[in-house]
T-cell receptor, first 109, second 114 residues
Framework: GQNIDQPTEMTATEGAIVQINCTYQTSGFNGLFWYQQHAGEAPTFLSY??LDGLEEKGRFSSFLSRSKGYSYPLLKELQMKDSASYLC??????????WGAGTKLIIKP | NAGVTQTPKFRVLKTGQSMTLLCAQDMNHEYMYWYRQDPGMGLRLIYY???????DKGEVPNGYNVSRLKKQNFLLGLESAAPSQTSVYFCASSYGGSDADTQYFGPGTRLTVL
């Protein structure tokens, strides 16, 4: 079967760094996406990884290890506006996105 | 550009009633998708369309029908609504056909079936 696991909820402090883990088992792999979803809003694209390693974009980085079936986004210098759910999605061999349930990130002052 | 729009934003139905959700995109995307999002679960694909006039089933198609008569529009129909269809419905669109295909989402429709 296909499975994506993420923690349900995480708490971090404003100004700190947080890493949100995602492990996956899917039929084939054509890349991994991270989306951000604020409460009551639509998911918005954050990053795409298809090769192993870390990709950095300002305060946001995303890491992928295909051999371990593992990814995480790294959010630095956390701001209150980063409070949101972070959705991990894997594109399988049929180019369909398989979605995790999301991790709700709570930022405290 | 409006991106992806959905109507209505909210709707309350009684069991057995029917309704149609409309999705429109102005990005000239080939692919369009309908998802539902329920608490504690990932987005689940209901139907998708790879081009005007074609549709394919996703993970949870039962109880729904779709049509893509125009490239920019994708309609989701509920013929006889059931309480299990209470959910938030998201439409998305993408260029399609590649592994880096990013999906862009509409604002969602919050549907309650009593």
């Amino acid at each position: 079967g296909q499975n994506i696991d993420q923690p349900t909820e995480m708490t971090a402090t404003e100004g700190a760094i947080v890493q949100i883990n995602c492990t996956y088992q899917t039929s084939g792999f054509n890349g991994l996406f991270w989306y951000q979803q604020h409460a009551g809003e639509a998911p918005t694209f954050l990053s795409y990884n298809v090769l192993d390693g870390l990709e950095e974009k300002g305060r946001f980085s995303s890491f992928l290890s295909r051999s371990k079936g593992y990814s995480y986004p790294l959010l630095k210098e956390l701001q209150m506006k980063d409070s949101a759910s972070y959705l991990c999605a894997v594109m399988d061999s049929n180019y369909q996105l398989i979605w995790g349930a999301g991790t709700k990130l709570i930022i405290k002052p | 550009n409006a991106g992806v729009t959905q109507t209505p934003k909210f709707r309350v139905l009684k069991t057995g009633q029917s309704m149609t959700l409309l999705c429109a995109q102005d990005m000239n995307h080939e692919y369009m998708y309908w998802y539902r999002q329920d608490p504690g679960m990932g987005l689940r694909l209901i139907y998708y369309s790879a081009s005007e006039g074609t549709t394919d089933k996703g993970e949870v198609p039962n109880g729904y029908n779709v049509s893509r008569l125009k490239k920019q529009n994708f309609l989701l129909g509920l013929e006889s609504a059931a309480p299990s269809q209470t959910s938030v419905y998201f439409c998305a669109s993408s260029y399609g056909g590649s592994d880096a295909d990013t999906q862009y989402f509409g604002p969602g429709t919050r549907l309650t079936v009593l």
